[in-house]
């Protein structure tokens, strides 16, 4: 039979308006979708898999790139440890995610006629806080953005002109970002008590650090000799605006140390340093407001990148990631004294230690749940880090340093070098003497492919939050210092008021070793403005260049330091440039794209 047949034929029998109308069965209706609370979740669940990051599990290439720590892994990718921050560095500008939750938002309030209020109320309140942790990303790495709130439909007719949006005053971003949240905080009945899903605190949380961010920006900003700003206000925040930040973020982050759903995570089961890395591996940890969680067939490779050299399972390389030694000796001492280790003593001679550990007793606890350094243990095994042996030469007075390969033995029959290393210039092994502990996992097969690991990461937690409230109520009144305090107390195993004497000094530390490798570093140091101090291209330097910590096993017969371990200072090969942050990295750069599609658009400062 001819189609043309068939098909009359098919028509005869049914309506013919009715066969073309009929709904296709290969795809679901805006009403379908938006009256479905499963549909809408599958949504949500995609648009926190989103929320944008710099460094983190995520990116172990940018955790390296600051001063925290150096690239260790593939010798391709030495970049990271030759770099000037580039015009684009931690560019962000991602509208078309902004476009997708307007979209949702509108869709919800057209088609979601069967959804219950309080269900309304819920999506709206998750699409909201995802907009304005969104914005709050744009800000602190752009400057003022254009504030899209509604779609962008271009009606035809040639004109572009309406979708043409300038962007706003820096600070019109940060008050839109704590009005949305101020405004939406409440509506969060469905997930009360959750970590991985939006809430009241979740939404204070972002006001506590957005604040903060606008504040500094703010104050210091006014501070420089030269100050940034662009006329129209995208650039730049009053200096007048910053106490009335700092209220609201020391606001918010009382509101969420008041709750007794949270605490700073302190068992009594172990060691402190322990805990610390057990706060990030626990996933009833109370301290823990907002996370991106991981599971079974959801994992990621932090663990199988950075696991110590000879902990590694899998065939490839690991060990990505080598923290310097600027970050450890950040970490205080408990009697109160500063970090510097002691290698050497006045007269310029080494220390002996009998254990390679003994030269990091007495240290801050967060040090050991943050760094895997020589004689600690992991998977509650000793790491075998020995650089070499340091062999005394009588006739010039003075020790002989000897490496050789991974896992060598010298001519006693006693280690050369360790199987950990360090090693200079060489791949897969930490170049600094120190590996990354904190996000790492201790299972084994958290560092096999495919299984990988599900520990969660962080977005907010508690511990963040005291550090805001410090750092707002010393800004505002010379307050503050009761925060620090209970946090060293419960993290560091400080004894309690072990800072009598606050100062931004103090608290930019504390952060600094509390907040290690959770993507604020960079951040905090453009916002106070001396990230250009900090990393100032200077090879001389030390804040700029990254260096590390060797131990060798001393050969002295007839010695008393015969058999000890003594430290060498060292700038690895490997590390290849200063740190070098200019006046134009304080805002990235507009890509060329977005300027020539909408000639609104005023370019940062420097660019």
């Not at 591996?281 to 823990?288: G, L, N, R, T």
């Not at 403005?529 to 050969?555: C, F, M, S």
Request: include cysteine; glycine fraction near 8%; hydrophobic fraction near 35%.
């Amino acid at each position: 039979m001819p189609v043309a047949m068939l098909t009359a034929g098919l028509l005869a029998g049914c309506n013919e308006d009715e066969w073309l109308e009929r709904t296709p069965k290969d795809r679901l209706t805006d009403e379908q979708v938006w009256n479905d609370p499963n549909m809408i979740l599958g949504v949500l669940a995609n648009y926190y898999d989103r929320l944008p990051q710099l460094a983190g599990v995520f990116n172990t290439g940018a955790s390296a790139e600051f001063d925290d720590a150096m690239w260790s892994g593939h010798t391709d990718q030495n970049s990271h440890n030759d770099l000037a921050y580039g015009d684009s560095y931690g560019r962000y500008w991602d509208y078309d995610f902004l476009r997708d939750i307007n979209l949702s938002l509108e869709n919800i309030a057209q088609h979601g006629g069967n959804l219950t209020d309080e269900q309304k109320k819920q999506f709206n309140a998750e699409l909201r806080f995802i907009r304005a942790y969104v914005y709050f990303e744009l800000v602190k790495r752009m400057g003022g953005v254009p504030l899209v709130t509604t779609q962008l439909i271009y009606e035809g007719g040639g004109d572009p002109t309406p979708l043409q949006v300038p962007r706003a005053k820096e600070s019109d971003v940060y008050d839109f970002i704590y009005d949305e949240l101020e405004a939406i905080k409440d509506n969060f009945n469905a997930t009360e008590g959750s970590r991985t899903r939006a809430n009241k605190y979740a939404a204070l949380a972002l006001q506590s650090r957005a604040m903060l961010y606008a504040g500094s920006i703010a104050k210091y900003n006014a501070l420089m000799g030269a100050p940034i700003a662009t006329p129209g206000g995208e650039v730049g925040i009053p200096d007048s605006k910053a106490n009335d930040y700092y209220q609201k973020s020391l606001t918010a982050s009382q509101a969420i140390i008041a709750n007794t759903e949270y605490e700073l995570y302190n068992p009594s089961s172990g060691s402190k340093g322990d805990d610390y890395y057990k706060l990030f591996m626990d996933k009833s940890a109370k301290e823990i407001i907002f996370a991106k969680d991981f599971a079974t067939g959801k994992v990621h490779s932090f663990t199988y990148d950075n696991v110590v050299k000879s902990f590694r399972v899998d065939i490839e390389g690991s060990s990505m990631l080598a923290p310097s030694l600027s970050l450890v000796e950040s970490f205080d001492y408990l009697d109160g004294s500063s970090g510097a280790l002691k290698d050497k003593d006045t007269a310029g001679n080494y220390v002996a230690y009998e254990k390679p550990e003994e030269i990091f007793a007495g240290k801050d606890a967060r040090l050991y749940g943050t760094v895997v350094y020589a004689g600690s243990l992991f998977r509650g095994e000793p790491v075998d880090i020995q650089a070499g042996v340091a062999v005394w030469n009588e006739a010039e007075g003075k020790y002989s340093l000897h490496t050789g390969e991974l896992g060598s033995t010298y001519d006693d029959g006693k280690p050369l070098t360790g199987f950990d290393g360090p090693k200079n210039d060489y791949q897969y092994v930490s170049n600094t003497g120190f590996y990354i502990r904190k996000f790492v996992s201790e299972n084994p097969q958290d560092g096999v492919r495919p299984s990988l690991a599900s520990n969660w990461w962080p977005w907010f937690r508690l511990g963040e939050v005291y550090l805001n409230a410090a750092e707002a109520a010393f800004e505002l009144n010379g307050g503050g210092a009761n925060y620090v305090n209970e946090l060293r107390e419960k993290h560091g195993g400080f004894p309690a008021n072990s800072i009598a004497n606050l100062t931004v000094d103090v608290i930019r530390n504390e952060r600094r070793v509390e907040l290690a490798f959770e993507d604020h570093r960079y951040f905090d140091l453009k916002r106070w403005r001396i990230a250009d101090q900090v990393w100032n291209g200077q090879e001389a330097d030390p804040t700029a260049v990254v260096h590390g910590l060797y131990p060798y096993r001393v050969i002295r017969a007839g010695h008393a330091d015969d058999g000890k371990y003594i430290f060498d200072r060292v700038r690895p090969n490997r590390f290849r440039r200063a740190r070098y942050f200019r006046m134009a990295n304080y805002y990235s750069s507009i890509a060329t794209a977005v300027l020539t599609n909408n000639p609104k658009i005023v370019k940062n400062p420097f660019h």
